[in-house]
Structures are given as structure tokens and as C-alpha cells.
């Protein structure tokens, strides 16, 4: 047989932050904590694409009581790593979420300024409840003050991939939580 070099996304990689197992266990725990809090509620997970998607599909598994999904898509405009603030949205919801508690379910929040008006936008229409569950916090750069109910793990100021999220819409597909090597969006390696 031919040997083919081929290219692997985890050679992109210069450090596991969070395994699979450690993200499995924890997102169970999530899910039992979202069950205990909603039993008897009939919550709608609504969940931002496309870096929640792969959490969305693993903590609504974790959750063993009638729950309903929507998915709504957003941009920030802005390149590269930073986030902007400025929201523009691409996919609305497709349900309307009047009278209903919401779940946000979140990959991320860095400066929070993409929440911060997102969840402005939802309590426009009419939910009887709001809380937010994200996977990652990255509290070092926040610059609005988000109420977070559920977090699954608290982490250093570093450019995260994997486990749903993206940087230039690859490796989103890793089964891990890593950090992509500065030298791939041409920042310098950070000093040891
Ligand atoms: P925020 O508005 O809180 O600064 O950023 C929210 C969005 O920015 C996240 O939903 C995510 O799409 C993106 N983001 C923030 N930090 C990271 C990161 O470390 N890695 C990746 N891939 N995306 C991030």
C-alpha cells in the first residue's frame, strides 16, 4: 500500500486545554444540573451556530426530559481573532419563544459583547425566562457584564479550537478543546 501524506488538524495544535473525557463528564453534569433547575418547564435550548453545535448536541443528550431546540446563526463583524461587538444576525429563530424558558447555550464568551445583545434581542420577545449556559469562559477580556447560570469550564486568555469552535471555519470537527498555534494566524509564539 501507498503511504499518503496527509495533512491532520491536530498538528495545528500546541496544547490539549480540556480532553474529551474531562468535556464528556462535565457536560453531563450540565445536563443534570439544566434537569434539575427545568424539571417540568418544557425549556427551549436555543443555541447560537455554528460553535454551540456540537455542545448543543452533547448536553441536550445529557438532559433526559422533553426539552426543544432552536438555533439561530450570528456574526460579529470583525476578523481573525477579536470580536467586534457589532451583531448582525444571519438565522432567527424559527418558533416563537413568547411565554417559554429559554436556555442560551453558548460555546464561548470572551468580551461578552455578542451575548450582551443577543440576549437584549430575546428578552424583546417576550420569554418567561432566560438563563445561559456556556461550555468555555473566558473571563480576562469581558467587557459587558454577563449573568452566566451555568458554566462548564473557566479558561485562560488563549485562542481556543475544537469541540464545535473554528478559527477561519476549520477544526471545528476536533474532538478536543485546544490551542491553535499562534504561528497559523501569524501571532508570535507566547514566551514561556
Ligand atoms: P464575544 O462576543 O464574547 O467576545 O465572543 C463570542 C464569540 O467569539 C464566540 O461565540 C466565538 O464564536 C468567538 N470566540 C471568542 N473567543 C474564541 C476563542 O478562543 N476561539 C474561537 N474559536 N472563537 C472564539
Not at 495544535?13 to 463528564?25: F, K, M, N, T
Not at 446563526?73 to 411565554?99: C, F, H, M, N, W
Not at 443577543?118 to 477580556?141: F, M, Q, T
Amino acid at each position: 500500500m501507498t503511504d499518503v501524506a496527509t495533512t491532520s488538524i491536530h498538528d495545528d495544535v500546541s496544547e490539549i486545554l480540556l480532553g474529551e473525557e474531562e468535556i464528556r463528564q462535565r457536560v453531563g453534569e450540565l445536563g443534570r444540573e439544566l434537569v434539575e433547575r427545568y424539571a417540568d418547564r418544557d425549556p427551549v435550548l436555543v443555541s447560537v451556530l455554528k460553535g454551540s453545535l456540537v455542545f448543543l448536541a452533547d448536553l441536550m443528550r445529557s438532559m433526559e426530559m422533553p426539552v426543544s431546540i432552536d438555533l439561530m446563526e450570528v456574526s460579529s463583524y470583525g476578523a481573525g481573532t477579536e470580536s467586534s461587538g457589532q451583531v448582525r444576525i444571519i438565522k432567527d429563530l424559527s418558533q416563537p419563544i413568547e411565554g417559554r424558558h429559554v436556555i442560551v447555550v453558548e460555546d464561548i464568551i470572551d468580551t461578552g459583547l455578542t451575548l450582551n445583545y443577543l440576549l437584549k434581542y430575546l428578552a424583546d420577545k417576550g420569554p418567561a425566562s432566560v438563563s445561559i449556559v456556556c461550555l468555555l469562559d473566558k473571563p480576562a477580556r469581558r467587557l459587558a457584564e454577563i449573568p452566566i447560570d451555568h458554566v462548564g469550564f473557566t479558561i485562560p486568555d488563549r485562542f481556543v479550537i475544537g469541540y464545535g469552535l473554528d478559527y477561519d471555519e476549520r477544526y471545528r470537527n476536533l474532538p478536543y478543546v485546544g490551542v491553535l498555534k499562534p504561528s497559523v494566524y501569524g501571532g508570535a509564539e507566547p514566551v514561556e
